[in-house]
Nanobody, 115 residues
């Protein structure tokens, strides 16, 4: 079994920054991709950013230029640096670790951006 744990959420004013961390542990074979998703109240979960073991990244259009995803393969850890935060970034942020053929999800961390 693989455990995924997020940290780093909180309350921040618009224009501020937060850094989220996510660590995967347990019976890991090879995590080929880790990603961040978010779900705002009344909305479906959406991809924010992802990064492969080869460091290829993918971002939602709404966060390009503001968020940066990075990972430490040796530690099976992924980070999300969020700058210039907006109220519309308010959501629960979930981490996903894809160790084929399964996805493993964390419990989520709340991010609230006040205007």
């Amino acid at each position: 079994q693989v455990q995924v744990v997020e940290s780093g959420g909180g309350l921040v004013q618009a224009g501020g920054s937060l850094r989220l961390s996510c660590a995967a542990s347990g019976r890991i074979f090879r995590i080929v991709r880790m990603g961040w998703y978010r779900q705002a109240p009344g909305k479906s979960r959406e991809l924010v950013a992802s990064i492969t073991s080869g460091e290829s990244t993918n971002y939602a259009d709404s966060v390009k230029g503001r968020f940066t995803v990075s990972r430490d393969n040796a530690k099976n850890t992924v980070y999300l640096q969020m700058n210039s935060l907006k109220p519309e970034d308010t959501a629960v942020y979930y981490c996903d670790a894809f160790d084929p053929p399964r996805d493993y999800w964390g419990q989520g961390t709340q991010v609230i951006v006040s205007s």
